[in-house]
Nanobody, 123 residues
Framework: QVQLVESGGGLVQAGGSLRLACAASGRTSSIYAMGWFRQAPDKEREFVAAITWSGGVTYYAESVKGRFTISREKDKNEVYLQMNSLKPEDTAVYYC????????????????WGQGTQVTVSS
């Protein structure tokens, strides 16, 4: 089992920045990839960004390319999401995910999930 704990959400004005962190514990050796998803009210959970744990290869949703950066610190078992130039449409609960495979389309491909952290961007 892998446990994931997110932190760093909050309220920010449009154009501002936030940095989310996700700490992994447990059987972290089983992780191939970690990702961030988000879910706004009355919407499906959608992919935001992902990174391969070993090689650090990154993937982004088109809607966040150039504004968000995913990174990881292997020695701390942590992954981060730096979010710049935030827009009101980025408002959502952001979830950290991990698993033995990577997907940029399906949340079901990830086995482990954090509890989520709220990000609210005011206009």
């Amino acid at each position: 089992q892998v446990q994931l704990v997110e932190s760093g959400g909050g309220l920010v004005q449009a154009g501002g920045s936030l940095r989310l962190a996700c700490a992994a514990s447990g059987r972290t050796s089983s992780i191939y990839a970690m990702g961030w998803f988000r879910q706004a009210p009355d919407k499906e959970r959608e992919f935001v960004a992902a990174i391969t744990w070993s090689g650090g290869v990154t993937y982004y949703a088109e809607s966040v390319k150039g504004r968000f950066t995913i990174s990881r610190e292997k020695d701390k078992n942590e992954v981060y999401l730096q979010m710049n130039s935030l827009k009101p449409e980025d408002t959502a609960v952001y979830y950290c995910a991990a698993g033995p495979r990577l997907s940029t389309t399906s949340a079901r491909r990830y086995d482990y999930w954090g509890q989520g952290t709220q990000v609210t961007v005011s206009s």
